[in-house]
């Protein structure tokens, strides 16, 4: 049997073209989705394998550690000619805050031009003193015991290194208190006005002499460094003598103190000094 014929103006079947382009459509999606999903994968995967490390613990602040002081002194000037009228106003409106007796002398300088312990040079015409351990700058007055006479100083210098004496007076400072033509003479000295504290602080040493041999004097600063690791120990000539001076780490007090107690030089004498 023969098929029909289709005659006229009937529709034809149309062609199923769309489903090729259907079917590589979705092969593009399933791509596109398994591409997506392994680039996830990977950026997680280096996020945990990236990641920065702990920050490194915080290191708790200190406080800097004290220094050991300078070994030079700053200077502690003095007025001019030792005293001026602002002390002498005091002095007269001021009770003393410190009083002690005992042997005064006068002293010149070795040498013109010989700085005093303050810093400065040192005048036989200024009213100054040396004392041990009153602080630099102290405003005194020394009054002579036998005749009354009294005037009115500063300290500049150190000293006396002698046992028993209490205070060395400049010329100026001698022929004031009436103690020039005599040498020496009992006083009784008056602290009024202190740059610093008396009993606090300051900057302390031994001063050891004065031996007549200066080979005995190197040998004392040789054994004090051997008993004293880190002080600062020197030995220096003096007036027809040798002096020997240890300064204990950072110029402590108590150091000092231990220090000058238990020395006990055959040739010589061991005094507390104060440097500042």
């Not at 950026?43 to 220094?67: F, G």
Request: proline share 9%.
């Amino acid at each position: 049997m023969s098929e029909p014929v289709q005659t006229g103006n009937a529709p034809r079947p149309a062609k199923r073209t769309w489903l090729p382009l259907l079917a590589a459509l979705l092969s593009l999606t399933l791509v596109f989705a398994a591409g997506c999903n392994h680039h996830k994968s990977q950026v997680q995967v280096t996020a945990q394998q990236t990641a920065p490390p702990p920050l490194p613990p915080i290191k708790q602040q200190t406080q800097p550690s004290e220094q050991a002081p300078p070994a030079r002194i700053p200077i502690t000037p003095v007025p001019a000619g030792g005293i001026s009228a602002d002390d002498l106003s005091f002095v007269k409106t001021h009770r003393p805050i410190l009083s002690e007796t005992g042997l005064a002398t006068w002293y010149t300088a070795p040498y013109k031009g010989r700085k005093a312990a303050n810093g400065q040079v040192f005048s036989d015409r200024d009213l100054t003193a040396a004392h041990r351990t009153l602080p630099m700058g102290s405003l005194i007055t020394v009054t002579n015991l036998k005749t009354g006479q009294s005037a009115a100083m500063r300290i500049s210098d150190r000293g006396p290194f002698v046992d028993g004496r209490i205070v060395d007076l400049t010329i100026a400072s001698a022929q004031a208190t009436g103690i020039y033509r005599l040498g020496t003479a009992e006083v009784r000295l008056d602290v009024y006005r202190t740059p610093k504290p008396i009993e606090q602080g300051g900057r302390w040493c031994v001063q050891i002499g004065a031996f007549k041999s200066e080979r005995k004097a190197e040998k004392l600063k040789s054994e004090l460094l051997r008993m004293y690791p880190g002080s600062n120990v020197i030995e220096f000539p003096g007036e027809d003598s040798f002096w020997v001076r240890i300064r204990p780490q950072g110029d402590n007090r108590e150091q000092a103190e231990s220090i000058a107690r238990r020395l006990r030089p055959s040739e010589a004498e061991a005094f507390l000094t104060r440097l500042d």
